[in-house]
């Protein structure tokens, strides 16, 4: 039939129009135009063997509009990065991506119009799944890895890999002058946000033990960082004032617990495979 798409970019394009015209519209499709059924069936059957299925897409969703939405931020800002980053790659080095790999990246990545480091983030893991000297270092599970993740988080990851070193942070404790008892006051306190150029934010506290629940960093039990004049910076911070005088009009003092955070062995990897070459 004349005018019928010849690739899968053209049928998509083609595809994902009707579609938000019919949703809009709420009425039948007019002669000439696929109607939402034919489309939606024609991209699943040509994407059936290759990189996703669009049937399975579709059962996970719960809004009609955000799979328009998202297929659309794909083939609009997402296709051209991850383009970008293969013409890269010499041709003689480039291969098939594992479906393993494209799959979950194409169907997660519909979501990260509002998370730009993520989608670098993927585009990345798909360039090196897809170059022949790289795909030793992508693994499936990155995909969920990054789906789990913040933007502040990915530029903590970042920083943490760039520099290829540990970090200082500190537990604080409330302690009696005669050593009889403490409490935690505050745990996982550290400037690592902003050297990481986010804002100054409790929330670090929080991303460290969000980036340590994915195995992307630890903070090992008994280690700390043997240039120990990296630990007075935190412990003379001026955010922690409130605290010293809360502590000294009980009655008490403060005690620095020192230790470090770094990337895991897992967490290097994923920098390597995923951040490392990003933009963000």
């Given at each position: 039939m004349q005018g019928e798409p010849k690739n899968l970019n053209e049928l998509a394009s083609k595809a994902l129009s009707t579609v938000a015209e019919d949703f809009a519209a709420g009425s039948r499709p007019e002669n000439g135009r696929m109607s939402t059924g034919e489309a939606l069936a024609d991209i699943a059957n040509m994407t059936a063997n290759k990189a996703h299925s669009v049937v399975?897409?579709?059962?996970?969703?719960?809004?009609?509009?955000?799979?328009?939405?998202?297929w659309q931020y794909v083939e609009s800002n997402l296709l051209p990065l991850?383009?970008?980053?293969?013409?890269?790659?010499?041709?003689s080095d480039r291969q098939q991506p594992p479906i393993a790999i494209a799959g979950p990246i194409f169907e997660a990545a519909k979501f990260t119009s509002e998370e730009p480091a993520l989608a670098e983030m993927f585009a990345e893991l798909l360039a090196g799944a897809m170059n022949t000297k790289?795909?030793?270092?992508?693994?499936?599970?990155?995909?969920?890895?990054?789906?789990?993740?913040?933007?502040?988080?990915?530029?903590?990851?970042?920083?943490?890999?760039?520099?290829?070193?540990?970090?200082?942070?500190v537990n604080i404790h409330s302690v009696e002058f005669d050593g009889s008892g403490y409490?935690?006051?505050?745990?996982?306190?550290?400037?690592?946000?902003?050297?990481?150029?986010?804002p100054m934010s409790d929330r670090i506290r929080t991303q460290i033990s969000?980036?340590?629940?994915?195995?992307?960093?630890e903070v090992p039990a008994g280690l700390i960082i043997t240039d120990q004049g990296k630990y007075v910076e935190l412990e003379n911070a001026p955010e922690l004032e409130l605290a010293r005088n809360h502590v000294k009009e009980s009655g008490r003092k403060l005690n620095f617990e020192r230790r470090l955070v770094?990337?895991?062995?897992?967490?290097?990897?994923?920098?390597?495979?995923?951040?490392?070459?990003?933009?963000?």
């Open positions: 399975s897409v579709l059962n996970d969703l719960t809004s009609f509009k955000t799979y328009v939405a998202g991850m383009k970008k980053k293969v013409e890269e790659i010499p041709e790289a795909s030793d270092d992508a693994h499936p599970s990155y995909v969920d890895v990054i789906k789990n993740l913040t933007s502040e988080e990915a530029r903590i990851i970042k920083y943490l890999g760039d520099k290829n070193e540990s970090h200082p942070i409490y935690e006051i505050i745990r996982n306190f550290t400037y690592l946000g902003k050297y990481a150029g986010l969000s980036l340590t629940r994915l195995g992307i960093t770094r990337l895991t062995v897992f967490g290097e990897s994923f920098y390597k495979a995923c951040v490392k070459g990003a933009a963000f």
